[in-house]
């Protein structure tokens, strides 16, 4: 019989973090059933694979169709760093607030526990605050305890001078 090669769509992520994974299904159609798959790098003859790529990784996929045609597709897979995020160490502060908090991370979007969506933002009292950051899908999040207080200002009353022998309360 005539036929014609089949078409490949490759479904699945296109862009993951490190660390995560991906099912790549490809989808023929047109061309005579039945269809036999064979992805490169010895992946295997079903039409889905499982991958967990550490860096960009272009997966390859030959569908034969049942009178011999073939075509082949290619899904290129992005992998992306979580972003790196250091609130700093917990602090005491004993100036009073605000604390000014900094989380900038080059091409960050950001979730502040306390709503904001700034790189920075102003920790007003003593609590646990936290940021979400998010660079091409991945999301970080760090924490600080702040103990945010005001130093007493300690003062003495009474006479400043004192004779040997006397006493005057403090």
Do not use: H, M
Not at 5 to 19: E, F, K, L, M, V
Not at 130 to 140: E, F, R
């Amino acid at each position: 019989g005539i036929s014609v090669p089949p078409t490949i769509n490759i479904t699945g992520d296109d862009s993951i973090c490190i660390g995560q994974n991906t099912i790549l299904t490809a989808n023929p159609s047109s061309g005579a059933l039945p269809y036999t798959f064979l992805w490169a790098s010895g992946l295997g003859t079903s039409n889905s694979v499982n991958v967990t790529p550490i860096i960009n990784t272009t997966y390859t996929i030959t569908v034969t169709e049942g009178f011999g045609c073939t075509d082949t597709e290619t899904k290129l897979v992005n992998v992306f760093q979580y972003p790196i995020v250091n609130l700093g160490p917990d602090d005491t502060v004993c100036t009073g607030g605000p604390v000014l908090l900094d989380a900038t991370t080059a091409g960050g979007t950001y979730f502040w526990s306390n709503g904001d969506v700034t790189a920075t933002t102003n920790a007003p009292s003593t609590n646990i605050y936290w940021v979400d950051v998010n660079t091409n899908g991945c999301v970080t999040r760090d924490s600080i305890q702040l103990n945010i207080g005001i130093t007493p200002v300690s003062g003495i009353l009474g006479i400043d001078s004192i004779c040997l022998g006397s006493s005057d309360t403090l």
